[in-house]
């Protein structure tokens, strides 16, 4: 769930492929749910994928666990995709201050500017670790920090005892995911419900 500028609280939810009842999506959007881009949900083996960061010359990724870093990882985020950063700003510090331990936020840097951020959602106990964010800033792109920040995850992840990651790919991050790895193993729809403000 996030926040709303508007002031409402929208909900939100997913459909996986295998989802059943097989009209699942029609339940959905008949009840108000609108549905997002349908992505590719990729698994991949952590131990394959933990190789040595390679990152361009001049830049230095680190793991932020506190402001003034989240902050300047929203407006990194909230710059890119033309969106409010305070939802973003708002869901990291509370997801590091109830879970320290299972959210690891990274952050590449050049020259002192954060070129790119993504996350690692760990489960205790569990044997896979989700791979979130990934946002890379448009001069910086191609350079291979995408690819970077994927490996330092897996590090941390197998560390941390996870086997497996999985991520949920849109088709432009897929091609990338797929390339050092990372297979499909089903398909997943958000569906999001704002209620109305009106009275």
Do not use: C, N
């Not at 001069?139 to 086997?163: F, N, S, T």
């Amino acid at each position: 769930m996030t926040g709303s500028p508007h002031g409402a609280r929208p909900s939100s939810g997913r459909s996986a492929g295998h989802d059943r009842p097989a009209d699942l999506g029609d339940r959905l959007r008949a009840a108000g749910f609108v549905p997002g881009p349908t992505q590719t949900v990729l698994i991949g083996h952590a131990a394959d994928l933990a190789t040595e960061p390679r990152l361009p010359e001049g830049v230095v990724l680190r793991r932020v666990a506190a402001e003034p870093g989240i902050r300047r990882i929203a407006e990194m985020e909230g710059a890119v995709w033309d969106m409010d950063r305070r939802p973003l700003h708002a869901f990291l510090t509370g997801q590091i201050e109830a879970a320290p331990d299972d959210l690891a936020v990274l952050v590449a840097e050049a020259d002192g500017e954060v070129v790119s951020a993504a996350r690692l959602v760990l489960t205790p106990g569990g044997t896979f670790a989700g791979l979130r964010g990934g946002t890379t800033v448009p001069p910086w792109r191609g350079r291979g920090i995408y690819r970077a920040l994927i490996a330092a995850r897996a590090r941390l992840a197998l560390a941390r005892g996870a086997a497996h990651l999985h991520v949920d790919a849109s088709r432009a991050s897929a091609p990338t995911l797929r390339r050092p790895g990372f297979r499909p193993a089903a398909t997943a729809t958000p569906y999001m419900w704002k209620p109305s403000t009106q009275r």
